[in-house]
């Protein structure tokens, strides 16, 4: 189930997960909480959202999503697989078929995918009505039709799939992969072709009919590479520049994004014709929490900012908004008319609820009773979303002064808080501490990221998870250290590690023993595990 696994991890946050059963808030690039089994005076949970994993330091406790739901609920690992697995809309039974069958699977579709971008690539150097349409009135040019992996899908019904057949691909594959229609003819004919592209390569298209035709754009069904939900289009290009400049523009239309990056501002991306969900802003919000909306000023693009604002609180991004299109209706019409323009606009982004409290008032009539009982509604429903108390502060007095009143007047007819959110029952039985496991780990950590060596009869882990886990701890522990004080502690964690181990192994023996009766056998047995205890103890 190794491949259902990922899947899983790819579609769940670590952090929204472990945010179901504790409270988290952020401190660095790490999210920090009390222990769910309350064995902490401070906070000692740390959560790391860039590797995946959690590690408590009080209860000596780690791992991913998949030891966290069996810690915090006291089940199997398939039951925690089950669980997760409806929680992220996976399918477990599309992995029915073993681990190999599925990621052979995949490996195929992937093989189809990048087959006929190419194809498409080389459809387009062959066909000039569409080399036109595409340099001369989308503006494209040769680096960002390169850099952007620009086709054309032919319009004879079937030239992809007898293109792909002769590849050795069957059409059942070729439907898994999303290229096929319910006739078994290619889903894209006549198309200008804009491949997805994410970290692992093509995993889709959204294509753009050339002249009449409906419907104007084409996308990918779902398959198990490509997931609108999840996808951002324009992330794989626009990654470097993110993290560079420390900011991402959120756009409309892929087409938006493709101008934007040939305009210089290789910041923007898009969610692909679908609406922004939580997880295209966690993705984000990864990378910068500088995110900035480029939605049209009109009722949906108002609406588009509201939901925006709502998702935004619980993940700490500011969000401001592109405003000023002189006149043009959209970021790709703007950067035609000049792509200075769009620089200045994109710089010059203002706070998301400052932009849609002006919006609220230019519908409304602030001068009548109505209107300013209106207005205060949508505005203090807007700011029940601004988590921080000195910016909620500053907009209410901001919304006060505008309509006349008090802040007390606001507070008065807002519509109650729905209160701090409910968290998720923990299982008590995953309280006990494990003093063991705690030493080791904190050895394990020294061992592997401390460049201490010579320490003998410890293994090092292998496992991916297990070993950030150890990072974290070292992290947090003992980066700061020098290399004679990790020496002296790993000899130390060594010492301790041999008492506590063999504590508990005194402990199971003892349990052995009470278990045996007095016959001839079990009295044999009683005095072998003395003298192992006799043994144990004489380490102490």
């Not at 010579?454 to 297990?466: A, I, L, N, S, Y």
């Not at 701890?473 to 041999?498: C, P, S």
Request: aromatic fraction near 8%.
């Amino acid at each position: 189930m190794d491949d259902a696994k990922e899947e899983i991890r790819a579609r769940l946050p670590v952090e929204d997960v472990v945010g179901q059963y504790i409270e988290l808030k952020r401190a660095g690039r790490s999210l920090k909480g009390r222990s769910p089994w309350g064995v902490d005076k401070t906070p000692s949970f740390m959560v790391s959202p860039d590797k995946g994993i959690w590690h408590d330091f009080s209860a000596n406790k780690g791992g991913d999503i998949f030891s966290f739901i069996m810690e915090v609920e006291g089940v199997s690992f398939r039951e925690a697989l089950e669980k997760l697995a409806a929680q992220a809309g996976v399918e477990l039974k599309r992995y029915g078929g073993g681990d190999k069958k599925v990621a052979e699977q995949k490996r195929r579709m992937k093989e189809i995918l990048e087959l006929s971008c190419r194809y498409y690539q080389f459809c387009l150097t062959k066909n000039k009505k569409v080399c036109e349409y595409v340099f001369y009135q989308r503006n494209m040019n040769r680096g960002t039709v390169k850099e952007f992996r620009i086709g054309y899908s032919p319009n004879p019904g079937k030239a992809l799939v007898q293109f792909l057949t002769k590849k050795g691909y069957k059409p059942k594959e070729m439907e898994a992969a999303g290229v096929l229609n319910r006739f078994g003819g290619d889903l894209f004919r006549g198309r200008m072709m804009v491949p997805f592209i994410d970290s692992a390569g093509v995993i889709g298209y959204t294509a753009r009919i050339l002249g009449q035709g409906e419907p104007k754009y084409l996308n990918t069904p779902e398959t198990l590479l490509f997931n609108k939900g999840r996808f951002v289009f324009g992330l794989a290009q626009a990654k470097e520049a993110i993290r560079e400049q420390n900011f991402v523009v959120i756009v409309e239309g892929n087409m938006d994004v493709i101008s934007s990056h040939q305009a210089g501002v290789k910041q923007a991306v898009a969610t692909s014709g679908t609406a922004m969900t939580e997880n295209h802003l966690k993705t984000l919000s990864r990378l910068t929490p500088d995110v900035r909306l480029a939605y049209d000023g009109d009722a949906a693009g108002v609406k588009a900012t509201e939901r925006a604002i709502m998702l935004a609180g619980g993940i700490g991004v500011n969000l401001s908004v592109v405003a000023d299109y002189h006149g043009a209706k959209d970021p790709d019409e703007l950067i035609q008319k000049d792509p200075g323009l769009w620089k200045t606009a994109v710089k010059e982004a203002r706070p998301a609820v400052d932009w849609l409290l002006d919006k609220y008032e230019e519908d409304l009539d602030l001068s009548s009773g109505p209107g300013k009982r209106e207005y205060s509604d949508l505005a203090m429903k807007l700011l029940k979303n601004v988590p921080d108390a000195v910016e909620k502060k500053h907009y209410e007095q901001l919304v006060a002064r505008k309509l006349d009143c008090s802040v007390d007047d606001l507070h008065a007819k807002k519509v109650a808080e729905t209160g701090s959110k409910r968290l998720k029952k923990v299982d008590s039985k995953g309280a006990k501490s494990d003093v063991t496991g705690g030493i080791r780990d904190n050895l394990q950590a020294i061992l592997v990221y401390g460049g201490v060596t010579g320490v003998k009869g410890v293994e090092v882990p292998e496992e991916e998870t297990k070993l950030q886990e150890l990072e974290m701890i070292f992290d947090v522990r003992y980066k700061d250290w020098g290399t004679a004080a990790l020496e002296r502690e790993a000899k130390e964690l060594l010492k301790r590690l041999k008492v506590e181990t063999a504590k508990v192994e005194v402990e199971e023996l003892n349990e052995e023993l009470e278990k045996l009766g007095d016959s001839e056998e079990d009295q044999e047995k009683q005095a072998e595990i003395l003298r192992k205890i006799m043994v144990l103890k004489g380490m102490k």
